[in-house]
């Protein structure tokens, strides 16, 4: 029996998890318990792979994500990995019946990060859909436990919900996505030139996703709902101090929400679902 290890391999994706994301650990910490373990090892496997593309800047990253994909696709068939985060990760594949073409399809985008440093409408919509939204399916997997009739009504939610995250960060992050890894992500931003109107343009989008989003966070199981939510809330606060700056102020400094004012988000949120107001 290897319960020891997986037990091992849960507590390291749980490490990942809460060195790399204080908002997503704030989260799954209001999850049902039942979904802390899967929910941490699918964080620390995209966790891994995206360090990989953005960190490894003295290795060869083509070479690494290579091995890492051939690492993953044998820890899945063989149902064990000496790399505890592919361990737990495996461990949750196969519990909750996670489709092989959403881990594919986010490891091609991994894959886009090495190649791709500019991107056309086309493209970033296949690198949000990689990077983003096959995430969300991943969780939703997790959280709607085998019933595929309530997976298919809340998958376009889910969908909406990572692309909203995903182009929160971006947002946030454009000064040192340009400056230090240089990429450019918005398809219709000139990074060069940024300007009120590009920003806007941007926000719009990511308003619509957000809306789309809260009406699949209201219909998730009980035991799912306050954690997305709390995610989705500070997010949407950190999604709306960025829309208050300037276009300039977002290319010389990142964005953040203060520990102070999310002990507030917090509080907010459990109040709400409390008397199911989301």
């Known amino acids: 029996m290897k319960t020891l290890f997986d037990k091992i391999s849960v507590r390291s994706s749980k490490i990942v998890t809460r060195a790399y994301s204080t908002s997503f650990s704030f989260g799954i910490y209001f999850l049902n318990k039942k979904f802390h373990s899967p929910i941490y090892s699918i964080y620390g496997f995209v966790r891994l792979a995206d360090e990989i593309v953005d960190s490894f800047h003295d290795f060869n990253k083509v070479e690494l994500l290579k091995r890492f994909r051939a690492d993953t696709t044998l ?8 790399n505890p985060i592919l361990n737990s990760f495996q461990k949750c594949v196969h ?6 073409v959403l881990i594919d399809t986010f490891l091609d985008s991994m894959e886009m990060d090495l190649s791709h440093s500019q991107h056309n409408k086309k493209s970033f919509d296949n690198y949000i859909l990689g990077s983003a939204e096959v995430i969300g399916l991943m969780c939703l997997r997790v959280f709607t436990e085998g019933n595929n009739s ?16 995903q182009k929160v960060n971006f947002l ?13 992500y918005f398809p219709e931003a000139n990074l060069e030139s940024f300007d009120y109107t ?3 343009k941007i926000e719009s989008d990511i308003e619509l996703d957000f809306i789309l989003a809260l009406n699949g966070i209201k219909k998730l ?20 101090k ?10 010389m400094e990142r964005i953040r929400v203060t520990n102070k004012h999310k002990v507030g988000l917090l509080i907010n949120s459990v109040i709400r679902h409390q008397f199911n107001t989301l």
Do not use: C, H, W
């Not at 820890?75 to 000496?82: C, D, G, H, T, V």
């Not at 519990?95 to 092989?100: L, S």
């Not at 997305?228 to 606060?237: P, Q, S």
């Open 172 to 184: 946030r992050d454009l000064k040192q996505d340009y400056n230090q890894l240089g990429r450019a």
């Open 198 to 200: 590009q920003k806007i």
């Open 75 to 82: 820890a899945i068939k063989e149902r064990i990995s000496l």
């Open 150 to 165: 309530n997976y298919e009504n809340l998958k376009p939610a889910a969908m909406y919900l990572g692309s909203a995250f």
């Open 95 to 100: 519990q909750y019946n996670i489709e092989q």
């Open 242 to 251: 960025i829309k208050s700056v300037p276009a300039e102020k977002v290319m």
């Open 221 to 240: 199981p009980r035991s799912a709902r306050l954690g997305v939510y709390v995610a989705f809330v500070y997010y949407k606060a950190l999604f709306k």
